[in-house]
């Protein structure tokens, strides 16, 4: 998967987010590169259903040791998770 990929993944998983989560358009402290958990834009439950969207949307399964990356806490940095995967499985 190219950046170009990576950059659609995240515009897609920031549209769920804010849309799942009711994150508003001007919330200040919502930006890519937050930490969700940290920021408590998603909680233990939110992530499941982060994980169910992303395994759906892009036909993947994110193994354990993607969900303990440390890049696995913002939007950017999944987004790159998953196209690191998608980009693995279509080799």
Do not use: K, Y
Not at 79 to 89: G, K, N, P, Q, Y
């Amino acid at each position: 998967m190219n950046l170009c990929d990576a950059i659609t993944v995240a515009n897609e998983l920031e549209s769920f987010v804010r849309s799942h989560f009711q994150v508003l358009e001007s919330d200040p402290l919502f930006m890519r590169t937050a930490n969700l958990w940290e920021e408590g834009f998603v909680d233990s439950t939110g992530l499941v259903e982060v994980i169910a969207f992303l395994e759906e949307r892009f036909a993947i399964v994110l193994p354990d040791e993607v969900l303990f990356d440390s890049d696995f806490t913002s939007i950017d940095g999944i987004a790159l998770c998953v196209a690191r995967i998608v980009e693995e499985e279509a080799a």
